[in-house]
T-cell receptor, first 111, second 114 residues
């Protein structure tokens, strides 16, 4: 079946940029998502990108999509302590009603 | 405010009991979902419903049941047949059309077996 892979942990210093990576196997992916989960809370949609786009920027967030390599990344500029959370990558396509989820990357901020 | 409300936030279940988790949305979304999340792990789909009076099993439906009698409501019952129910349960909804199927989540419910 289709799969989405993420590293489990990323540690960065406060003020640096964080880059969270994700790879997927579904060649017919149409939408790719990034969600944020703070401890004990639900998932919050951060951003999503259509598969015909290479990049999407929203304030401190930059999403890069390399469709050829099936690689998605989320860059957080000027990382703050409030960015400490688990970040989930997910993908969907028109024929698959369900999202395929990665296991999540825990972002750890060092002072 | 529009959103998804899950209750209770914390629930304790004794061995052999059935418990029901509530999920209500006022987003006018057609589709609703239940996910299970175990500590340090990703999301696993339990059940989903694309429309009222219809629902489909997800990857881990055994030991769970749902109903969808109203568009706004999608309660999940954790039955005594679910042998390891301690987890964080997330309800979600989406418009359900070809709009990317963007999913929005409630705040989750913690279920612990005592």
């Amino acid at each position: 079946g289709e799969d989405v892979e993420q590293s489990l942990f990323l540690s960065v210093r406060e003020g640096d940029s964080s880059v969270i990576n994700c790879t997927y196997t579904d060649s017919s992916s149409t939408y790719l998502y990034w969600y944020k989960q703070e401890p004990g809370a639900g998932l919050q949609l951060l951003t999503y990108i259509f598969s015909n786009m290479d990049m999407k920027q929203d304030q401190r967030l930059t999403v890069l999509l390399n469709k050829k390599d099936k690689h998605l990344s989320l860059r957080i500029a000027d990382t703050q302590t409030g960015d400490s959370a688990i970040y989930f990558c997910a993908e969907s396509n028109y024929s698959n009603y369900q999202l395929i989820w990665g296991a999540g990357t825990k972002l750890i901020i060092k002072p | 405010d529009g959103g998804i409300t899950q209750s209770p936030k914390y629930l304790f279940r004794k061995e052999g009991q059935n418990v029901t988790l509530s999920c209500e949305q006022n987003l006018n979304h057609d589709a609703m979902y239940w996910y299970r999340q175990d500590p340090g792990q990703g999301l696993r789909l339990i059940y989903y419903s694309q429309i009222v009076n219809d629902f489909q099993k997800g990857d881990i439906a055994e030991g769970y049941s749902v109903s969808r009698e109203k568009k706004e409501s999608f309660p999940l019952t954790v039955t005594s047949a679910q042998k390891n129910p301690t987890a964080f349960y997330l309800c979600a909804s989406s418009i359900g059309q070809d709009s990317g199927n963007t999913i929005y989540f409630g705040e989750g419910s913690w279920l612990t077996v005592v």
